[in-house]
C-alpha cells in the first residue's frame, strides 16, 4: 500500500511540474509578441510622424535663382535703404525710476527701443553662434503713433545684418498670385528663397489690419488674407533658421488681440520722443541739413514747442526751413527758432491721449500682464525686506535694553 501510495504522488508531481513549465513558456511567448506588436506600431507611428514633417517641394525643377528673380520682379522681395542703428537717435530717460517709484509705468525711452532691436532682431539675426545659444525668437511687432521711426528700424534689422527683406504687406501682394493656390506658392517661395538665402527679414507693415474685426467696405487690398497662413508660417520655422517675421502696427488697438498676441512672441512700444531725445534731434538734424547752430537759435525753446512731434515731423520741418537757398543765407541772416514754427503748425502732433491708448493696449496684452505681476513681485519683495529690517532694528533695541 506504502508503495502505491508512492507512487501515485511521484505520478502527481510530475504531471505538476509539466504544468507549471507549460504556464512559464505561455508568459514567455506573450511577452515576445507583447514586444514584437509593440515594437512594429512604435517604428509605424516614427514613420507617421516623419512623413507629417516633411513639406511639399513645389518648386523641384527651379533654381534658387530663378525663384529669387520671380520675388524681385513681382515686389515681393524689395532693395532695403540704407539706414544704420546710429542712425535711430534718442536719448534714455532718466526720470524712469522716479515714475516707478510713484506707481506710474512710464513708456520706454527711444534708447530703450534701439536696445530692445539690437537684442530681439539683429544680434540673432547677425550672428549664428548667438541666435543658437539665445532663446528663440520668430516674430517681433513694433507699435506705435505714427511718424515714429517703425519702418526705419525694419530697415535697420536689414542693414545690419545684411538680410533679405520681404514685403508682405496686403496692399503690396494684393493683386499677386491669386486665389488659394497662388497664396500657397506665394508662401512656398517666400520660405524657401529666406531659408536659403539666410538672413532673411519678413515684413508686415499695418500688421492690425490682418486680424481685424470688419474691414471695410472701400478696402479692396484684402487684407486678411494672410490669417491662416502667417500661423503656419510660424509653426514651420525651426530653430536652426535666421527667419525673423517682423510687423509694424499703427493702431493695434482697433484688431483681435488674441490674434495679434498670438502671432508676435515679442512686442515693442515705440514713444513720442521725450524732451531730452527732441533736444538731441534738433541739435542733429539742423546739422545734417547744412544748418549752423548760433546763439541766435534757441534750441531749447524749439524743443518745448515741438512736444508731441514725431522723428518724422521734426526731419520735414528741417528739409522745408533748410533749403538751398536759406543754406546760403546763414552767413548774414542767422537760424532763429520762429523760422521753424509755421512748418511744426501744418502737422497734426500725437497727443498724449493716443499714447495713453497704446499704453493700456499693451497693458490688456499677456506680455504686458507678465510685466505687471513681475513688479508687483518685485515691490513685494522690497516691502517684506524692509519690514525685515525693522523688525531686527527693534529687537536689537529690545536686546540692549534688557543689558
Not at 535711430?88 to 525711452?109: D, K, V, W
Not at 539675426?125 to 548667438?130: F, I, K, R, Y
Not at 504686458?368 to 529690517?389: F, I, L, S, V, Y
Amino acid at each position: 500500500m506504502r508503495q502505491e501510495l508512492k507512487n501515485l504522488k511521484l505520478a502527481v508531481d510530475r504531471d505538476k511540474g509539466k504544468k507549471g513549465k507549460k504556464g512559464k513558456k505561455g508568459k514567455k511567448s506573450g511577452k515576445k509578441s507583447g514586444k514584437k506588436k509593440k515594437k512594429k506600431s512604435g517604428k509605424k507611428s516614427g514613420k507617421g510622424k516623419k512623413k507629417g514633417k516633411k513639406e511639399k517641394d513645389l518648386t523641384p525643377d527651379r533654381t534658387i535663382d530663378s525663384l529669387y528673380e520671380e520675388l524681385v520682379t513681382e515686389g515681393v522681395l524689395v532693395r532695403c535703404p540704407k539706414f544704420h542703428l546710429r542712425d535711430y537717435e534718442g536719448e534714455y530717460s532718466y526720470l524712469g525710476t522716479t515714475l516707478r517709484q510713484a506707481n506710474i509705468e512710464p513708456m520706454p525711452s527711444l534708447s530703450d527701443v534701439r536696445q530692445l532691436v539690437a537684442l530681439y532682431g539683429i544680434l540673432p539675426l547677425g550672428s549664428q553662434a548667438v541666435h543658437e545659444k539665445a532663446p528663440f525668437i520668430k516674430s517681433l511687432l513694433l507699435a506705435g503713433p505714427r511718424g515714429t521711426g517703425k519702418r526705419s528700424l525694419v530697415h535697420a534689422i536689414c542693414t545690419e545684418t545684411g538680410a533679405n527683406l520681404f514685403d508682405l504687406t496686403a496692399s503690396n501682394i494684393s493683386s499677386k498670385y491669386p486665389g488659394k493656390s497662388g497664396l500657397t506658392m506665394l508662401m512656398h517661395l517666400v520660405l524657401k528663397v529666406a531659408r536659403n538665402l539666410q538672413p532673411s527679414v519678413i515684413l508686415i507693415n499695418d500688421a492690425e489690419r490682418t486680424w481685424l474685426k470688419k474691414v471695410p467696405k472701400t478696402d479692396k487690398t484684402d487684407p486678411k488674407r494672410l490669417k491662416k497662413e502667417i500661423p503656419k508660417m510660424l509653426k514651420g520655422l525651426k530653430p536652426e533658421d535666421r527667419i525673423l517675421f517682423v510687423g509694424t502696427s499703427r493702431c493695434p488697438f482697433e484688431c483681435e488681440m488674441k490674434g495679434l498676441t498670438g502671432a508676435f512672441q515679442k512686442i515693442v512700444l515705440i514713444p513720442r520722443p521725450d524732451y531730452a531725445s527732441r533736444h538731441l534731434l534738433w541739435n542733429s538734424l539742423i546739422i545734417k541739413q547744412n544748418g549752423i547752430i548760433t546763439q541766435h537759435l534757441d534750441v531749447s525753446s524749439l524743443t518745448k514747442i515741438s512736444d508731441g512731434y514725431t522723428q518724422k515731423h521734426i526731419v520735414t520741418a528741417c528739409q522745408q526751413v533748410l533749403s538751398e537757398r536759406r543754406v546760403s543765407q546763414l552767413a548774414k541772416r542767422p537760424l532763429t527758432a520762429a523760422e521753424f514754427v509755421p512748418s511744426l503748425a501744418r502737422i497734426d502732433p500725437i497727443y498724449k491721449e493716443e499714447e495713453e491708448a497704446f499704453k493700456s493696449w499693451y497693458a490688456k496684452t499677456p506680455l504686458g500682464k507678465k510685466r505687471a505681476k513681475a513688479a508687483e513681485g518685485n515691490d513685494e519683495d522690497d516691502g517684506k525686506g524692509k519690514k525685515g529690517k525693522k523688525k531686527g532694528k527693534k529687537s536689537g533695541k529690545k536686546g540692549k535694553k534688557k543689558k
